[in-house]
C-alpha cells in the first residue's frame, strides 16, 4: 500500500508552546487528509478533515484555533498545537487517501506529544 | 451520527485456535464497512473491507469478515491464529454524516489480540 510518514513520531514540550506535526503522502497525491487523536485504551477519534487547498472541516468539540491544520499541498498537511496544555497529551494520527471515499485511507505511524 | 461498537477489549488465545472478534455499528443508511490492524509500533494497516456485493469478504493474512446486514454486524474470523497475529483490531464503518454532509470513517475502540505460542 501507499505510505504516510508523520514528523516528529515523539515530541515533549512545556506548557504555553506550540507544537507543528507534519503529514506527508510519499508516493501518492493525497486529495484529502484527516487528523485523528487517540486516547489510551480508545478509539480513534477523528478531529479534522482537510481538503487540499481549502480550511479544514472540524469535528464537533474541536477547537479550530487550537488545533491549527494547514494542507497546502497534495502530499503535506501540518496540524499545530497552539498554546499546548498537558490535557492535550495524546497520539496524534494523520490519514491520507487520494480520490473520493471509496478509495482506501491509509495511516501515518502516529505522533506521540507530551505536555509537561 | 454513527457510532461502532466492538465487543471484546482484549482477547488472548493459543496459537492455532479460531478467532471471531465482533464489530456492531449503528446507521440506517448505506456504510462501507472495514477491519484495521495496528501491529504493536507499527501504523495502522487495511485488512479487509466491504463495500457491495458478497457479504463475505476475504482480507490478507487469512482473515475474513461477513457483513450481516440484518444485524448490524460485520464480525472479523479467522480459522487459525498465529503468534504473528498478535496486534490491535479496529473495526471502522465510512457513512455519510448528517451533520457535516461528509462520509467519515468511525472507528470502534479496538480489540488487543494476544496469541500465546
Known amino acids: 500500500g501507499a505510505v504516510v510518514s508523520q514528523h516528529p513520531s515523539r515530541v515533549i514540550c512545556k506548557s504555553g508552546t506550540s507544537v507543528k506535526i507534519e503529514c506527508r503522502s510519499l508516493?501518492?497525491?493525497?486529495?484529502?487528509m484527516f487528523w485523528y487523536r487517540q486516547f489510551p485504551k480508545k478509539s480513534l477519534m477523528l478531529m479534522a478533515t482537510?481538503?487540499?487547498?481549502?480550511?479544514?472541516?472540524?469535528e464537533q468539540g474541536v477547537e479550530k484555533d487550537k488545533f491549527l491544520i494547514n494542507h497546502a499541498s497534495l502530499t503535506l498537511s501540518t496540524l499545530t498545537v497552539t498554546s499546548a496544555h498537558p490535557e492535550d497529551s495524546s497520539f496524534y494520527i494523520c490519514?491520507?487517501?487520494?480520490?473520493?471515499?471509496?478509495?482506501?485511507?491509509?495511516f501515518g505511524p502516529g505522533t506521540r506529544l507530551t505536555v509537561l | 451520527a454513527q457510532s461502532v461498537s466492538q465487543h471484546n477489549h482484549h482477547v488472548i488465545l493459543s496459537e492455532a485456535a479460531s478467532l471471531e472478534l465482533g464489530c456492531n455499528y449503528s446507521?440506517?443508511?448505506?456504510?462501507?464497512l472495514f477491519w484495521y490492524v495496528q501491529y504493536p509500533g507499527q501504523h495502522l494497516q487495511l485488512l479487509l473491507k466491504?463495500?457491495?456485493?458478497?457479504?463475505l469478504v476475504k482480507g490478507i493474512k487469512g482473515f475474513e469478515a461477513e457483513f450481516i446486514k440484518s444485524k448490524f454486524s460485520f464480525n472479523l474470523r479467522k480459522p487459525s491464529v498465529q503468534w504473528s497475529d498478535t496486534a490491535e483490531y479496529f473495526c471502522?464503518?465510512?457513512?455519510?454524516?448528517?451533520?457535516?454532509?461528509?462520509?467519515?470513517?468511525?472507528f470502534g475502540k479496538g480489540t488487543k489480540l494476544s496469541v500465546i505460542p
Open positions: 490519514s491520507a487517501r487520494a480520490g473520493g471515499r471509496y478509495n482506501e485511507q491509509f
Open positions: 508516493d501518492f497525491q493525497a486529495t484529502t
Open positions: 482537510s481538503n487540499e487547498g481549502s480550511k479544514a472541516t472540524y
Open positions: 446507521y440506517g443508511g448505506t456504510v462501507n
Open positions: 466491504y463495500f457491495s456485493g458478497d457479504p
Open positions: 471502522a464503518v465510512n457513512a455519510r454524516d448528517s451533520g457535516a454532509g461528509s462520509y467519515q470513517l468511525t
